[in-house]
């Protein structure tokens, strides 16, 4: 068995050439990515989609509100699903950053809880109007429109008029990021940005309801 001081030495000895061997490939790396950074120049709204079947779309949408506090650059939600819950990221953003961010809670819970597409239909159209007034204020920079997919899957809102009016009347330096799952293909197309969540596990499917802090 080789002896203890030995094998430190022999460490200890290597680990420079070590050390100069990362340094040199961090290096090229760096150029490489200098180069690739040179190339990009100018500011640009962005049409961002969070989808997929797997939890996090709402959770990256809110992450990046956050984001936009912290900026102090002003920013709005608007939720489609989502009216009466009592999120965490509610009352942070209306306790704490109303000044910045504007938060409505537009939808009346899940169809299956409605029950009454006429009444889901005339929430998610009141939904769309208050997102269009806040997307043409060019005051505000990012605005989220939560669980939207959601109600164009629907056909609770026209994909059609949805898509213009991002594409004709979004202010130039204006983001929108829509969520939810089963986002359209012409949706993903006309999108800077798609990010597809990938169910892997999830712990309702053992049993567990959700809880605050994870999905709330």
């Not at 680990?15 to 040179?38: F, Q, V, Y």
């Not at 984001?67 to 939600?77: D, E, Y």
């Not at 920079?141 to 008029?161: H, S």
Request: glycine content about 10%; proline content about 4%.
């Amino acid at each position: 068995m080789p002896d203890t001081a030995d094998t430190a030495d022999t460490t200890t000895l290597e680990a420079p050439d070590d050390l100069a061997r990362h340094a040199g490939k961090m290096a090229k790396k760096k150029a490489a990515r200098d180069r690739i950074m040179a190339g990009k120049s100018g500011d640009k709204g962005l049409l961002i989609v969070h989808t997929g079947s797997g939890k996090g779309k709402s959770s990256a949408g809110f992450g990046m509100i956050l984001r936009c506090i912290a900026h102090g650059m002003p920013c709005a939600v608007v939720q489609f699903i989502k009216g009466a819950w009592d999120t965490g990221e509610r009352r942070l953003i209306e306790g704490q950053f109303g000044h910045l961010c504007a938060f409505h809670a537009m939808g009346e819970g899940f169809t299956w809880e409605t029950q009454d597409k006429a009444r889901d239909i005339a929430a998610a159209r009141a939904a769309w109007e208050k997102a269009k007034e806040l997307i043409r204020n060019p005051a505000i920079r990012f605005v989220l429109l939560d669980e939207i997919n959601i109600a164009l899957r629907y056909d609770y809102l026209d994909l059609d008029e949805v898509l213009a009016f991002l594409r004709d009347e979004r202010p130039l330096l204006t983001h929108v990021c829509l969520t939810g799952r089963n986002a359209s293909p012409a949706l993903i197309d006309a999108a800077d940005l798609v990010t597809e969540m990938t169910l892997v596990k999830h712990p309702f499917r053992s049993g567990i309801k959700g809880q605050p802090g994870v999905e709330f």
